[in-house]
């Protein structure tokens, strides 16, 4: 080999190693997170659906089959109110500026509250069937729900003016996500894909496969770089938003239902339970399954790697939903148990 070849070689070997070496370091150096747990809120006579911040921390909601979603106030778990609906609640959503709650219910409408007296503000109608997921635009403008009649539909939120409806999906869409710039609309479906739209035209951008089984929920990273998403086959998935190419997958050994980022976009927080598969889970989204579950499968997980922080005890049932809040302070889990586990998170 010439000697200017096999110094190039020597070089790039060495840039290589290099590399590796600050991205081994890196690694060994971030932060570590741990959970402890906080309190348990009790209050809900059903399982819960979904839990969620409101963007200053101050309230955490909660949304159940009881066909209530409950305020309570996070420095001391206190009930601060009760929204009462017709049907079982199935998912919910604050709106940026905090003043706005959004709910899907069994009943196949999408509801806004006024978040400081939990009056109806505006019933959103149009789908056909039960609304599975709901979200705000990160501007507040716009919000998009997702359900049983396999479509996504965009709301104008100031005067419930149906936008757009988004068809595509061959069956349940379980969960929608606008990314953080508001650019795209995100959903995941029964069908084991994840669809990619643009907001503003509804244009399909593409379609992620290799799922092997139902997409049960997504989220987007706080950079719209990555997409998280999780499901019956174990495994929550990592991809580039850019080209939808696979980034990671995260292996546990349950059937995960729920993941969310951090606000900082370093740790990954998921729910779900230890055995079942997709029949028990359309009981289970139902909430006629029969409880006793070998839950307890709240995992906390470092992003750069996909290492596994922590796993958390502390439900006797499965773990439908997760949330963390924007002060990095707090990590709230609720599922099949009824029981609304705060964790206080430790850096």
């Known amino acids: 080999m010439p000697k200017n070849i096999r110094i190039v070689s020597l070089l790039k070997g060495s840039a290589l190693a290099f590399c590796l070496s600050l991205s081994v370091a890196a690694a060994a150096q971030a932060p570590a997170l741990k959970a402890q747990l906080y309190r ?23 949304s159940s089959v009881d066909s209530t979603v409950k305020l309570w106030r996070v ?12 049907e079982g609640v199935t998912s919910i959503a604050f709106s940026p500026d905090g003043q706005w709650l959004v709910s899907g ?35 507040g403008e716009r919000i998009a729900s997702s359900g049983e009649d396999k479509t996504i539909k965009i709301w104008r939120a100031g005067d419930a003016a149906l936008l757009n ?23 995941g479906s029964f069908d084991k894909t ?24 997504i989220d987007f990273s706080p950079d719209g770089q990555l997409l998280a998403s999780a499901g019956d086959d ?17 292996a546990g050994s349950d059937h995960v239902y729920s993941v ?10 998921s729910g779900g339970r230890a055995r079942g598969n997709l029949a028990t889970l359309w009981q289970q989204i139902f909430g006629n399954r029969v409880l006793g579950g070998n839950g307890k499968t709240v995992r906390l997980w470092r992003v750069s790697d996909g290492a596994l922080q922590q796993e958390l005890s502390g439900h006797s049932d499965d773990v439908g939903s997760v949330a963390l809040s924007s002060d990095g302070n707090w990590l709230a889990t609720g599922g099949e148990d009824k029981i609304v586990n705060l964790w206080r998170l430790l850096k």
């Open 75 to 86: 420095s001391d778990g206190k009930l601060v109110r009760t929204i009462k609906h017709p």
């Open 234 to 250: 174990k495994l929550i998935r990592l991809w580039r938003v850019s080209d939808g190419a696979p980034v990671r997958s995260l």
């Open 105 to 139: 219910s069994y009943d196949a409408t999408v509801k806004v509250w006024r978040v400081r007296d939990g009056t109806l503000a505006r019933t959103l109608k149009g789908h056909a069937g039960t609304v599975w997921s709901v979200a705000f635009s990160p501007d």
């Open 194 to 217: 994840i669809k990619l739209w643009r907001t503003d035209t509804g244009v399909l951008v593409r379609t992620l496969t290799g799922s092997g089984e139902a997409v049960v929920r």
């Open 165 to 187: 409806t988004l068809r595509g999906h061959g069956l349940n869409v379980w969960s929608v996500a606008f990314s953080p710039d508001g650019s795209l609309v995100g959903s």
């Open 40 to 62: 348990r809120i009790a209050g809900h006579s059903q399982p819960l659906r979904q839990v969620a911040f409101s963007p200053d921390a101050q309230l955490l909601a909660t």
């Open 260 to 269: 969310a980022f951090s606000r900082d976009g370093q740790w990954l927080a």
